[in-house]
């Protein structure tokens, strides 16, 4: 099974599916949370610490970690 890169975290998404983050600390991405758990990847969705997928001002970009 592929291990996802530190920066892992779920993302709430309201209206939508929520998400999972994977960032290597260059690169990152968002990926569906049901398909984190089609792959099997580690840790499990149910271990990750949740983030809102919006910060203050709206759509702003993610603060750097």
């Not at 996802?4 to 779920?10: A, K, L, M, S």
């Amino acid at each position: 099974m592929a291990q996802p890169t530190y920066g892992t975290h779920r993302v709430k998404n309201p209206g939508l599916e929520d998400g999972v983050w994977i960032t290597d600390g260059k690169n990152g991405f968002e990926i569906p949370e049901s398909r984190y758990r089609e792959n099997g990847y580690k840790p499990r969705v149910e271990e990750l610490p949740w983030r809102s997928s919006t910060w203050e001002g709206g759509n702003a970009p993610w603060p750097s970690q």
